[in-house]
């Protein structure tokens, strides 16, 4: 969920099958116009030109980033997680344009707005709330959340989803996997068909607020009165599939604490970071989307405020023991024992070429050499980021890059990578024997 800035702007959001096809349909249409006429150009300046240099310009990732952006929902998602999964295999130039969508989502006008809280409250909702803010403060893929009190005093948040989501998801997957393979944003050999599984089978989840709100309420039930978080507390009265309704928490972004003190940006990821432990290790259910948005500080308590619990998933043990060999392993400095167990979570496949099945492995040991040090990490200092960017990018013409790990696998690592991010941006120091200790053994 990310939170308005001033780029973003109310526009409607294409409600039918047709609307949104004709958005993609159009959209793709350009994209094959302006290939034409830029090989129509090389071929007058005596020039080849391949097929991928003409469809991949900043041009038509501009023009796919918008359409994605004004359909939202599924549309929007894919993008994401194209982005995000396959982020070191695109052009520099597209995945930069690629992720705006990651970082800003236009709005509902209040006209459409008002048609969704109708369908789910009736149209006499208003004297249910003693104000409701129509202009959102949060927008994203699926909704927009916006500030409302109740007729109790309570401070509310009211997030609603986008008109017309639910019923496209099939639809606009199929479609923009369509568009996705006819750009060639996408290497030769890479199976999209997992992905776009994933994304069709999520975006149906997250469309459905009363199973979120179930998400939210198993979250209280594991933290209990842990008194490092904070998570809001649902109004069941007013939730609906397409409306979730929980109090409103104060909190400002928790990026924003690049310039607190040491102490504090310690705390805060050595908390996200046993969370995330705790998460795989011992509830087997976890918040998967590491968007910093999700995730905000109260500085009045310390407390951090966990947010948005549409992407949570069930881990099943097999998948949680293999991952924990994997660990072991690399604390270890056991190279045998990382790619045994990376071979057995699926990220490295037994018909790999055997040199580029080496090097995944050599990427494996570089990122588990946090945990081999032991002891305090400094995120900060550490280059092991640029390394690790570095060698990735030597392997994207290898030949065995078409191997997509499962999709459980692929979500454990985005969660992971996010959290080290986040801990790299607040250059926190963090004791991983303390944190992985109890859960490795």
Do not use: C
Not at 27 to 50: C, D, K, Q, S, Y
Not at 169 to 174: E, L, Q
């Amino acid at each position: 969920m990310t939170f308005r800035d001033r780029s973003s702007r109310p526009l409607a959001v294409p409600g039918t099958r047709l609307s949104r096809l004709a958005r993609l349909g159009g959209t793709a249409t350009g994209i094959a116009g302006g290939a034409a006429l830029g090989g129509l150009r090389e071929l007058a300046h005596g020039r080849r030109p391949e097929l991928r240099d003409l469809i991949l310009t900043p041009g038509n990732a501009a023009r796919l980033a918008d359409q994605l952006a004004r359909l939202r929902g599924a549309a929007m998602k894919v993008g994401q997680l194209v982005s995000m999964d396959a982020g070191d295999l695109l052009p520099p130039e597209f995945a930069a344009i690629m992720a705006r969508l990651r970082e800003d989502a236009d709005f509902m006008p209040p006209r459409q707005l008002r048609g969704v809280l109708d369908a789910a409250w009736g149209k006499e909702w208003l004297t249910r709330f003693a104000r409701f803010d129509p202009r959102p403060v949060a927008a994203a893929s699926i909704g927009q959340v916006h500030r409302a009190q109740s007729r109790d005093g309570q401070a509310l948040a009211i997030k609603v989803q986008y008109p017309g989501v639910r019923r496209s998801i099939d639809s606009d997957v199929a479609n923009l996997g369509a568009l996705i393979r006819m750009s060639g944003m996408l290497p030769p050999g890479i199976d999209l068909a997992p992905l776009l599984e994933e994304a069709r089978r999520q975006l149906h989840e997250e469309a459905d607020y009363l199973l979120e709100a179930d998400r939210l309420e198993a979250f209280r039930s594991l933290l209990g009165d842990d008194p490092a978080f904070l998570l809001p507390e649902l109004r069941r009265e007013l939730v609906t599939r397409d409306v979730l309704a929980m109090s409103f928490v104060e909190g400002v972004p928790v990026e924003r604490l690049t310039e607190a003190d040491q102490p504090t940006r310690d705390r805060v990821a050595r908390l996200l970071l046993e969370l995330m432990f705790r998460e795989l290790f011992t509830f087997r259910l976890m918040q998967t989307d590491p968007n910093f948005a999700n995730y905000r500080y109260a500085p009045d308590s310390g407390r951090i405020v966990l947010l948005d619990f549409g992407a949570t998933r069930t881990f099943p043990q097999p998948l949680v023991e293999a991952f924990r060999k994997l660990l072991r392993a690399g604390r270890q400095g056991d190279r045998a024992g990382i790619e045994a167990a990376a071979l057995e979570i699926g990220y490295l496949s037994p018909e790999m070429d055997a040199a580029h099945r080496s090097r995944l492995v050599d990427l494996f040991v570089m990122s588990m050499e946090p945990l081999h040090r032991g002891g305090v990490f400094d995120f900060g200092t550490s280059d092991m980021a640029r390394r690790m960017t570095e060698a990735g990018m030597e392997m994207r013409d290898a030949p065995d890059l078409g191997h997509v790990p499962p999709v459980d696998a692929l979500f454990l690592q985005r969660k992971f990578a996010g959290m080290y991010l986040l801990a790299t941006r607040l250059r926190a120091r963090v004791d991983l024997d303390a944190l992985t200790g109890p859960h490795l053994g």
